[in-house]
């Protein structure tokens, strides 16, 4: 679905080398050296090899990797606060590499705002001149920038807050001023390097909640760096596995999750949670008979025995889902003489949309005996999920 | 086995070097000393053209809003001695001098400082410069200072300069390196200039530590301003070097005790001054 999308981003090649030497780390790296090789033979450390992806726009991209993995070294080079040894890295059409140090300025204005990992909030300044800043280095008018400030701060929810010191606040309102003062800046790529690891971890699930509400609203094209392979898969719309400095695997949390690229990112996916992130499409069965609000209780209790269901949907001629109809309550209605089913559909039944996940699906259960309906946005009948399915693909994922 | 090792000639070198300066760069030396003094002479006259009630008034009121109560009840005790024992004038000279002293050693110094927190070349450069004009014997600089700028205060002023810079600069360059580098990177992340980076991030952020510097500078400058008494500096050194002079202890005591009220003072204000930034 993501291939159709433009990329904002194109990196191409990227590789970093830290140390005196970085040709020969590379030129041994082109022989198939491998990093800690190379480190042994030339005391280089190879922290990027060869990384080549496509950020598009207004998707959430996350890079997940463990300690050591480059992905800081890649977010910063994207930026570069880090110098990037080779490789191209384009963003409109501008080779950020290969910037004068004031075009690279001015690209830094435009493009990027970055959120950090422990905030680094300016302890001299208040809320609102830490929301300021990027606008003030650029020479916006102070009236503007009060009131893009204002705006950015209460995007964050963070109104009243504007006179006060960093230090006056937690550590989840810090790293609010945090994004407020990346989102001020207005830029067109927003970059956050681990800026959830140092919450605890309420605050972090709440902050996430936040990102992905934010994010739907801005549609602000945002890079987000974390070593946490649940909160990559419960926010990203995709997610760069690396290791080593190299690109183990490309693709969406469901991905990642159902077909790891190789043993490295299975290990890796075993402790998740699944249930959170296997969603409903993938252990819904379409639906074995449904009644149609035409018919009379005779046909659809006959549509329940021959396929042993206690319970049937009803949807109208657009397979509009309209409710439930249970056994008991059409035997009765087909003995008392009614023809119709009308008064018999009950609308409180379980429904979801093909996106939720598991979890949430297994909770419901408790309620009800009916499989679970899963409709699209038009309300349409997509197929439904019964309790054993849900069962079925949290052990199968376990597997895998 | 017989053979001599030559001397070598490094104090001979070094007359022939500062004569050379002297000589080449009289007119220099002659500008810089004739504003050092019109600057010491305006400080000086109007400190002394205040009556010495309203100063003390004045120095206790700054204690008190800077500090609080003990430090201003502090102050009227210990400038009243002063005044009582007659030692108001020199202490005054003494002050101007130290004044001065710290605010040429703090323009030349943040610059200085400035330059070896960005520049890692500029850095090992300076440090052993540093290292060698703080453990050199504060005397030697006495010495230079007259064929430079003749015996009297000017000399006094260079020879403290020389001795009180090194913590400020010290100071700057540390406040600096040690601002966080995440906060560092954040203001290049936003597309700062160095100047932007320096001025709104950096400088701040380095102020306590910068203010700690400056403290130093001023109770250096305090001790070497008596010493300086030595090359014809007046003040409170020069009481105390009457004295020595004419074998009274007793009016030494009084005229050390004095120096000893300054820089208690001078030190509590300035720190409580740093502290009131930190608060912020």
Redesign the interface.
């Known amino acids: 679905m993501t291939n159709a999308q433009q990329a904002k981003i194109q990196v191409r090649n990227l590789s970093k080398v830290f140390g005196s030497d970085t040709k020969k780390a590379l030129q041994l790296r082109d022989q198939g050296l491998n990093r800690s090789q190379i480190l042994e033979q030339t005391g280089q450390t190879l922290g990027l090899s060869n990384i080549d992806f496509d950020v598009h726009e207004g998707e959430l991209l996350v890079i997940m990797g463990l300690s050591g993995s480059g992905k800081s070294t890649l977010i910063?080079c994207l930026?570069r606060?880090i110098e990037p040894t080779e490789g191209d890295i384009i963003i409109d059409g501008e080779n950020i590499p290969q910037l004068s140090e004031k075009a690279l300025?001015?690209?830094?204005?435009k493009h990027?705002?970055?959120v950090?990992?422990?905030f680094?909030l300016?302890?001299?300044r208040t809320v609102r001149m830490n929301a300021e800043?990027?606008l003030?280095?650029?020479g916006i008018p102070k009236e503007e920038r009060a009131k893009k400030a204002a705006d950015a701060l209460k995007q964050v929810g963070l109104e009243g807050w504007e006179d006060s010191y960093p230090n006056q606040l937690s550590g989840g309102m810090q790293q609010r001023v945090g994004l407020a003062r990346a989102l001020a800046?207005d830029s067109s790529v927003l970059?956050m390097d681990e800026a959830f690891s140092a919450l605890d971890p309420l605050i972090r699930r709440d902050m996430q909640q936040e990102l992905i509400e934010l994010q739907h609203r801005m549609q602000k094209t945002t890079i987000f760096i974390t070593h946490d392979l649940d909160e990559a898969l419960n926010i990203g719309d995709r997610i760069i596995l690396l290791r080593d400095g190299e690109v183990v695997q490309i693709g969406t949390p469901e991905e990642i999750l159902t077909s790891p690229a190789d043993d490295y990112v299975a290990r890796f996916t075993q402790g998740v949670d699944r249930s959170r992130v296997v969603t409903a499409r993938r252990a819904m069965r379409p639906v074995r008979a449904t009644a149609r609000i035409e018919d009379g209780p005779r046909t659809v209790l006959r549509k329940m025995v021959e396929s042993s269901l206690d319970s049937i949907y009803v949807i109208d001629r657009e397979r509009k889902l309209l409710g439930v109809v249970d056994a008991e309550r059409a035997d009765e209605a087909a003995k008392a003489g009614s023809d119709s089913i009308r008064e018999l559909i009950d609308d409180d039944y379980p429904c979801v949309g093909p996106d939720e996940s598991l979890s949430r699906l297994y909770s419901m259960f408790t309620k009800r005996h009916c499989p679970i309906a899963v409709v699209d946005e038009e309300q349409r009948l997509l197929g439904v999920v019964v309790k054993g399915a849900v069962l079925e693909q949290l052990a199968t994922a376990g597997e895998a | 086995m017989n053979f001599e090792i030559p001397r070598i000639p490094l104090g001979s070198w070094i007359e022939s070097g500062l004569n050379f300066l002297t000589t080449e760069f009289s007119g220099v030396t002659r500008a810089i000393s004739r504003t050092t003094q019109a600057g010491i002479n305006l400080l000086n006259d109007g400190l002394m053209w205040l009556p010495e009630w309203a100063l003390l008034g004045l120095i206790v009121l700054l204690c008190w809003r800077l500090s609080g109560h003990r430090l201003a009840i502090g102050a009227a005790l210990g400038l009243a001695l002063i005044w009582n024992l007659g030692l108001w004038n020199p202490m005054i000279q003494t002050l101007t001098l130290v004044v001065i002293a710290t605010l040429v050693a703090v323009v030349i110094a943040l610059p200085l400082g400035i330059l070896a927190a960005v520049s890692d070349r500029f850095y090992r450069v300076i440090m052993p410069v540093l290292d060698f004009m703080q453990t050199m014997p504060a005397f030697v600089y006495l010495i230079p200072a007259i064929p430079f700028f003749g015996i009297g205060s000017v000399s006094g002023i260079f020879a403290t300069v020389i001795f009180a810079m090194p913590p400020a600069i010290r100071f700057t360059t540390l406040g600096i390196r040690q601002v966080?580098t995440?906060?560092v990177?954040?203001?290049?992340?936003?597309?700062?200039?160095r100047t932007?980076k320096l001025v709104?991030?950096q400088l701040?952020?380095s102020l306590p530590t910068l203010m700690g510097g400056i403290n130093q500078t001023i109770m250096l400058s305090l001790s070497m301003v008596v010493i300086a008494a030595m090359i014809g500096a007046n003040g409170l050194g020069s009481e105390v070097w009457r004295a020595i002079q004419r074998l009274r202890p007793g009016d030494g005591f009084e005229a050390g005790l004095a120096v000893v009220i300054m820089a208690m003072l001078l030190d509590r204000l300035t720190q409580s001054f740093r502290g009131r930034k930190r608060a912020?």
């Open positions: 910063r930026n606060l300025l001015q690209c830094r204005r990027f705002s970055m950090f990992q422990n680094a300016f302890p001299h800043y990027g003030e280095i650029r800046n970059l | 966080p995440e906060l990177e954040a203001a290049d992340a936003f597309g700062s200039t932007q709104k991030v701040p952020l912020k």
